[in-house]
């Protein structure tokens, strides 16, 4: 793609869409999943693999997705899946799991905080781009570089005519702007995004 595409022309790129909205979706559902594994294995180790085998999978298997249903219940079910299968092959003592009907009730209680409006993908996928609509060109283009160019700091630096330092902040600040633009904008929802 030409290095001097328009912020709006980028962002139609699947690429970027995944890559970035992934990343949200990791950061938004980390600690939900953690406390629902947590609430299944005893071992704080096995929890943290577990968390980072579920994410991966995920992304593995994006395609998969039904993205008209929130992410949180999705991405939980591969980590009780893969915890289950933790007990089966590390040989653990089946009284370290909590039983079935507590783990269907947590689920349940997760599914419930994640039924609200704004939790699907094509929600969140509609927010971003409207948030990449309002972020300046220069943040645009140092993140179009990174996520759709694949361009590590250094690269953007000489490209864009800026020190790699400030490219990092440049990263930072627009992941964090994006994040929170989606957030006020997923809050505000009552049902129409556009």
């Given at each position: 793609?030409?290095?001097?595409?328009?912020?709006?022309?980028?962002?139609?790129?699947?690429?970027?869409?995944?890559?970035?909205?992934?990343?949200?979706?990791?950061?938004?559902?980390?600690?939900?999943?953690?406390?629902?594994?947590?609430?299944?294995?005893?071992?704080?180790?096995?929890?943290?693999?577990?968390?980072?085998?579920?994410?991966?999978?995920?992304?593995?298997?994006?395609?998969?997705?039904?993205?008209?249903?929130?992410?949180?219940?999705?991405?939980?079910?591969?980590?009780?899946?893969?915890?289950?299968?933790?007990?089966?092959?590390?040989?653990?003592?089946?009284?370290?799991?909590?039983?079935?009907?507590?783990?269907?009730?947590?689920?349940?209680?997760?599914?419930?905080?994640?039924?609200?409006?704004?939790?699907?993908?094509?929600?969140?996928?509609?927010?971003?781009?409207?948030?990449?609509?309002?972020?300046?060109?220069?943040?645009?283009?140092?993140?179009?570089?990174h996520y759709h160019e694949d361009l590590d700091c250094q690269a953007i630096?000489?490209?864009?005519?800026?020190?790699?330092?400030?490219?990092?902040?440049?990263?930072?600040?627009?992941?964090?702007?994006?994040?929170?633009?989606?957030?006020?904008?997923?809050?505000?929802?009552?049902?129409?995004?556009?």
């Amino acid at each position: 793609m030409d290095m001097n595409s328009s912020p709006r022309q980028l962002e139609q790129d699947p690429r970027i869409q995944a890559k970035e909205l992934f990343e949200i979706l990791v950061r938004e559902h980390e600690g939900r999943l953690r406390a629902f594994l947590q609430g299944m294995v005893r071992d704080s180790i096995a929890v943290e693999d577990l968390v980072q085998e579920s994410f991966l999978v995920a992304w593995k298997n994006l395609d998969r997705y039904d993205r008209e249903q929130p992410f949180g219940p999705w991405v939980r079910g591969i980590g009780r899946r893969l915890s289950l299968a933790w007990f089966r092959k590390s040989g653990r003592d089946k009284h370290e799991f909590v039983d079935e009907q507590t783990v269907d009730a947590l689920s349940q209680l997760h599914d419930e905080l994640d039924g609200h409006p704004g939790d699907t993908l094509d929600e969140k996928l509609s927010s971003l781009r409207a948030s990449l609509e309002r972020l300046p060109e220069h943040q645009a283009r140092v993140l179009a570089l990174h996520y759709h160019e694949d361009l590590d700091c250094q690269a953007i630096a000489e490209n864009v005519g800026r020190s790699r330092e400030a490219v990092k902040k440049l990263l930072q600040r627009g992941r964090a702007w994006l994040g929170s633009c989606i957030e006020q904008r997923l809050a505000a929802v009552g049902g129409d995004l556009s």
